[in-house]
């Protein structure tokens, strides 16, 4: 672990966050409470016409990283309710890091010693502090709304997050506008979501310094630069010069600043006896496995890895393989009312045509190319165009959706706004096609029988589709 | 079963349905997710006026039948959340019919021959699909959002359906517009909501055609239409001239399409074995008595039947019947989140006044006439007039109403946006007034003692009441 | 109980409440449905830039006491959901009362003889009525939205009620508007919450009376004023010059009536031998004791006292106490949504820096003054000054806060829109900045190891801080 790496800073997402760090990383947080629920949309007006593969339109250097934000006014986000944010942390590494969440209520459970609490814990370079977890490509990461967190980029490359914050979910008991703010540091105002009329919004950003220089209400920085030194003096019980400077006001770092030296803290590895063990295939198993009461809520598993092939849910080896997860995999997403999907469509395979019963699905390309079309409940096109890694596009709720890879194949992975989202297929072995008598398909078609049989039965895989069976399963 | 019998196309609902079939049939669609949940409405102006009785102001006119709509910009259904939808399925049956929906995930259990998956079910007449429901005049049918379904009347007279489509709940995560798509067939773009400004709409639809001729937008089909032929035929595996036919560009049928020849499914009958038992009240049921696993997900009730007097919850022989299907007793109304009551009031009886507390309650007049007065909250009447059969009148949640018959009876059924709806009853046994001591009720409405005894007990009934006591009763 | 006690009138609130009784009483009504959810705002633009503490705006006066109600356009109220309104109910006492709510579907288990229903309870002065809860100052009262209640004073001294009401619950599912009504007397239309904007909701009022004298539409009154006499006289079997008493059009008492002569009801008292038992120590309880069938629907429990010392759930000798009712002391709470926390901050003491996680916090100051601070998510300050008794100051969710009392001490109660609010600590030793390895501290904040070992260390009580420790603890 070389000096000089990177740190996204104390990020708080005052809302849902679900990320994905794509290309090394895939990473989501969200979050939700036990009684959260997804609402609609506020607003009226859904009624696509046209939805755009988007990339982010407004990008903020930091010292060690950039972060890029992908418009909120963009009717796929409006009406789905996220915002969606990527953030490229830099430095040398090999798709690893670190993530933690400061969860409120729970022990700091990993110490330096086995002191007790009486014992002054600011004497020496004792510490004690909260969980620690690894993170590697394809980690996808729900971190509950209101929760601090923060990622640390000790690898050989850059660490990149995409991340989609629920700014529907009841967890967020405002407005639809995406906030999120920061404990350190002295953030630009910029990565706040206006959503709201724009002109409304400057307007009453500028009632403040209307008469002055306007400059002022521009200002954004730590939540502690709007409290008295004084007061924060005397509820840290520190001095008033230490309690200016944590407010970072002539910091311009950013939001993801650089590691002068090694960053210490604590992180458990094996003992050597259970090395030994372990390489005897021994009976006691290393410290990071199940245990029983790994679900408590200090305790709760916040990170699923979504890459690894072995875990796929639907696999074709003519055609790709789909990777869910959800709150049967990933237990928390039941309160953050979120899931996600994989997806890895090989050279040329075709996505069954399909809607999302009971979700929005943001599609993030991490990966290849392909062509997408999208269709709204007026048999209206809303989208037929080719999308790239790095793009955005959204299927709303029912409307119908076919993908096919291009030659370089397909990969993304789709947000989805239900803990146990689901699609309704229309081709292939579990579609709604075949569910339905020919007969009845027949006269609502105008076509024969025969005709409605092979409509029903031509195509017998199920979800992604080989490339080539066409012309073998062609009879006519 | 004679030829020429009709069939509604296979619709798809988008949103929450709940239907009911007056006259012949009442059947009733309904849908949510487990966690689905029922929002206040988005519009900050529901302080009612004025409240009307409503019939229908939209008709569509199909090969087999008509579509009736609600104007769903009408106070009473924008603030209640639900869009109301009259269809009437021609032909020659006495009340009786077919329905089905194709639940995603669930197999084809009926087969037609107990052949494995692996011979090839493509030839000959052998077909499999989904379970078909015999509906008759009094079922309410619930249908989860998202999911297809379709009707079939192969009866000797019109089936009639009256659906309510509740466009707040959790499960419908765009706006407030009603959505509804096809799978098959042409319909016309008339049967979607539009519930934002419909100027706006306007003028974001003509933002397309505008140079033009304009007609375009207007343009409205199946799911198909808009997708490209070449990516249909490789989904269904199905040759691109089968692939253009399914879009149904030139079908002029409509919505409702008539059957050519008989409709041929698989539809279980009693084995001769059974009926030998069964007439011998042998120890054998019937294939479709309860087995203790008809509640899983696949093989979930979706039908209630309403109108049988021998399961009426309120019964007052000097009065009339309530009838209520709730999630008590068709359990996946609790995932949908709406119920419904019918009710019958024998000639000039009266229902006692009352409030809904926790639903909207959107009354369908089914048969007779009457009087209803719904008051607010300020003690202002919204309304107070007659209504009679095919009209539809909302008492929005904790409004003040009173229902009298007329002489021919009245007969209604509520749907209420609340899987257990509850009432609060003004007058009668099991009232609000009975609840608080006299002496408060004395005070409160400044009467004497005994006056505010004749308030509480000179009505004894519960719920309805008959009309001929008032002299009896009265005492003064 | 002497004459001329107060009562407030027949109250129906048709939206969730929670009230509290300052100075004499702390009462709370809330209310949900099972499934009742909170939800977002509908307003897009809760970008608050200032919050203000406020004193009620309005004033109703009634025969035997006073109501005084929060602007609800405010958007301290709008965006967090609520309204408030406080009713002082006049006369002698000692800071005690009785409250009642009558519960749909519920017996009248308070009878005057054991007779049987069949006997006619309208012979001589006997009554039944539902149970009747004694009150006294700190009570938190719940009440479910849609039920009835009334108050009555028998006390010595004002009895005073503070409410807050959550019309964003999901048990509301009309507009955001507050909406309450009466079933007895002759409210004013003041009462009424008027959320759109006023002069569109004036232009409606002024519709039906326009070309007239105008005066009608700000009529309001008690529910079956607007009802037909003859309908009334039919549905509670009495005459019609009763019917049209009760309608109460000529009442000016207000809301809040004067009883002329002693109210009677049915109020258990402990039995002689219950008494001599008890005064034993006896193994027979009264009957009031938990008899574990106390939380069936019926017989839940509406009341929790917040003010006994003894029930503080942090307490710090040198700085003061919090003490929660939330859904796992007041399970009624669970269905309502709703929760509060008496906060008492001795002489200077300081509570913590925090932020509300999962609500927003709606605060009622009972007591004292101190100094809030409250920052938004850009760190900009939206409220920094004195706040004393009577006044109401909300917290938005995610909004940070701190609080300091001044020489008198600060006494103040807390409605969260959670039934189970959690806050996310800055300072002390429950706090997030605790969880966090100070190395990444160090780096985050630019300071040294030391200086984030004084940051994380140096305060370490919980909660609430006493003002003298700065000193002792600064080490610099």
């Known amino acids: 672990m070389a000096s000089s790496a990177s740190l996204l800073s104390l990020a708080l997402c005052s809302l849902l966050l679900f990320q994905v760090c794509s290309a090394q990383f895939e990473t989501g947080r969200v979050w939700g409470s036990s009684r959260s629920q997804r609402k609609s949309q506020q607003q009226n007006e859904c009624q696509f016409r046209r939805i755009n593969a988007q990339e982010p339109d407004r990008r903020i250097t930091s010292e060690a990283g950039i972060t890029e934000i992908w418009d909120e006014n963009d009717d796929q986000f409006r009406c789905a309710g996220v915002a969606a944010i990527r953030h490229t942390i830099e430095q040398r590494g090999a798709?690893?890091?670190?993530?933690?969440?400061?969860?409120?209520?729970?022990?700091?459970?990993?110490?330096?010693?086995?002191?007790?609490?009486?014992?002054?814990?600011?004497?020496?370079?004792?510490?004690?502090?909260?969980?620690?977890?690894?993170?590697?490509?394809?980690?996808?990461?729900?971190?509950p709304a209101g929760v601090a967190d923060w990622f640390y980029n000790d690898?050989?490359?850059?660490?990149?997050?995409?991340?989609?914050?629920?700014?529907?979910?009841?967890?967020?008991?405002?407005?639809?506008?995406?906030?999120?703010?920061?404990?350190?540091?002295?953030?630009?105002?910029?990565?706040?979501?206006?959503?709201?009329?724009?002109?409304?919004?400057?307007?009453?950003?500028?009632?403040?310094?209307?008469?002055?220089?306007?400059?002022?209400?521009?200002?954004?920085?730590n939540i502690f630069q709007a409290f008295d030194e004084q007061f924060l003096a005397e509820a840290f019980n520190i001095d008033t010069d230490l309690a200016r400077r944590i407010k970072n006001e002539n910091d311009n770092r950013g939001i993801i600043v650089r590691v002068e030296e090694q960053l210490e803290f604590l992180s458990p590895e094996f003992s050597e006896e259970e090395r030994r063990q372990s390489s005897q295939g021994g009976g006691r198993?290393?410290?990071?496995?199940?245990?029983?009461?790994?679900?408590?809520?200090?305790?709760?598993?916040?990170?699923?890895?979504?890459?690894?092939?072995?875990?796929?849910?639907?696999?074709n080896p003519r055609a790709g393989r789909l990777t869910t997860v959800n709150s049967f995999n990933l237990p928390i997403l039941r309160y953050i009312q979120l899931s996600a999907q994989k997806g890895f469509l090989y050279r040329n395979a075709i996505m069954t045509p399909h809607w999302n019963m009971n979700a929005h699905s943001i599609n993030y390309i991490t990966r290849g190319s392909g062509q997408i079309q999208i269709v709204n409940e007026n048999g209206e096109s809303v989208f037929d165009g080719q999308v790239q890694e790095g793009q955005i596009?959204?299927?709303?709720?029912?409307?119908?959706?076919?993908?096919?890879?291009?030659?370089?194949g397909l990969e993304w992975i789709s947000f989805k706004t239900n803990d146990n989202a689901?699609?309704?297929?229309?081709?292939?072995?579990?579609?709604?096609?075949?569910?339905?008598?020919?007969?009845?398909?027949?006269?609502?078609?105008?076509?024969?029988?025969?005709e409605a049989q092979r409509i029903k039965f031509n195509r017998r895989e199920i979800g992604i589709f080989s490339p080539e069976t066409r012309s073998r399963g062609r009879r006519d």
């Open 285 to 315: 198993t290393g410290r990071w496995s199940a245990n029983g009461i790994e679900e408590t809520f200090c305790t709760a598993k916040l990170r699923h890895n979504i890459n690894d092939p072995s875990r796929a849910d639907i696999f």
């Open 422 to 450: 689901k699609i309704n297929q229309i081709a292939g072995r579990a579609s709604t096609i075949r569910a339905i008598p020919q007969d009845v398909l027949a006269n609502a078609f105008a076509i024969s029988r025969e």
């Open 155 to 221: 690898g050989q490359s850059p660490l990149v997050l995409v991340q989609i914050m629920d700014t529907s979910n009841f967890a967020n008991q405002l407005d639809q506008n995406f906030r999120k703010f920061f404990l350190a540091g002295n953030p630009q105002r910029e990565i706040q979501g206006q959503r709201g009329q724009p002109s409304r919004h400057l307007y009453r950003g500028s009632e403040k310094g209307r008469g002055g220089g306007g400059g002022q209400e521009q200002r954004s920085g």
């Open 95 to 143: 798709g690893r890091g670190y993530h933690s969440a400061a969860i409120p209520g729970c022990p700091e459970t990993y110490q330096s010693e086995q002191e007790s609490e009486s014992r002054d814990p600011r004497q020496g370079s004792r510490d004690q502090h909260q969980k620690i977890r690894k993170i590697r490509q394809g980690d996808i990461i729900a971190i």
């Open 393 to 408: 596009i959204t299927a709303p709720q029912n409307f119908a959706v076919i993908k096919r890879a291009g030659s370089d």
